[in-house]
T-cell receptor
Framework: KAGVTQTPRYLIKTRGQQVTLSCSPISGHRSVSWYQQTPGQGLQFLFE???????NKGNFPGRFSGRQFSNSRSEMNVSTLELGDSALYLCASSLVRAGGSYNEQFFGPGTRLTVL | GDSVTQMEGPVTLSEEAFLTINCTYTATGYPSLFWYVQYPGEGLQLLLK?????DKGSNKGFEATYRKETTSFHLEKGSVQVSDSAVYFCALLYGGATNKLIFGTGTLLAVQP
């Protein structure tokens, strides 16, 4: 079974631009979560999508947004990029059990975003 | 709020040495606990998990036991290899409708031949 895939793997943008990152979950996984990893702040939760709906959101400004499609693929968008947005953005997918609780999360390789 | 605390790194060991990386957590309720490993330039790989008190997770020679009384989930391996060099993250996940992992700061392990 193929793992979580993320595209692109590397991205260089300048301040003020916007960027869209893509994530394809493991087949059958309907929950997709996004995390930001930086040396200073570590791993921080951005948001989670399930059945095309955002279910949870972390403490990030409104410039960070996302969506999920009917095939469970997800995208996240960052508008008006700032230097501090430089980070590794990780996507994770998981199964949702019949009662609504979650199995473990499986991560993709990440997208390395550099803002100049 | 909920949090995970890991021992500071780097941890430097010689090959075949015994490894312990300490992890404690603060949470209300009964979270599931995980260890993830990150190799240079890669994403996170799930190493092992435990979903309730006294559960022992194990994989590739690594073990960790969910200790509710000490709110701990320490990672151990009896004999490390150079290929185990990586950053290790302890994390907790609540049950129910919250699919949000809370991570520790990570511990860098360097194994020397």
């Amino acid at each position: 079974k193929a793992g979580v895939t993320q595209t692109p793997r590397y991205l260089i943008k300048t301040r003020g631009q916007q960027v869209t990152l893509s994530c394809s979950p493991i087949s059958g996984h309907r929950s997709v979560s996004w995390y930001q990893q930086t040396p200073g702040q570590g791993l921080q939760f951005l948001f989670e999508y399930f059945s095309e709906t955002q279910r949870n959101k972390g403490n990030f400004p409104g410039r960070f947004s996302g969506r999920q499609f009917s095939n469970s693929r997800s995208e996240m968008n960052v508008s008006t990029l700032e230097l501090g947005d430089s980070a590794l953005y990780l996507c994770a997918s998981s199964l949702v059990r019949a009662g609504g609780s979650y199995n473990e999360q499986f991560f993709g390789p990440g997208t390395r975003l550099t803002v100049l | 709020g909920d949090s995970v605390t890991q021992m500071e790194g780097p941890v430097t060991l010689s090959e075949e040495a015994f490894l312990t990386i300490n992890c404690t957590y603060t949470a209300t309720g009964y979270p599931s606990l995980f260890w993830y490993v990150q190799y240079p330039g890669e994403g996170l790989q799930l190493l092992l998990k435990a979903t309730k008190a006294d559960d022992k997770g194990s994989n590739k020679g690594f073990e960790a036991t969910y200790r509710k009384e000490t709110t701990s989930f320490h990672l151990e391996k009896g004999s490390v290899q150079v290929s185990d060099s990586a950053v290790y993250f302890c994390a907790l996940l609540y049950g129910g409708a919250t699919n949000k992992l809370i991570f520790g700061t990570g511990t860098l392990l360097a194994v020397q031949p």
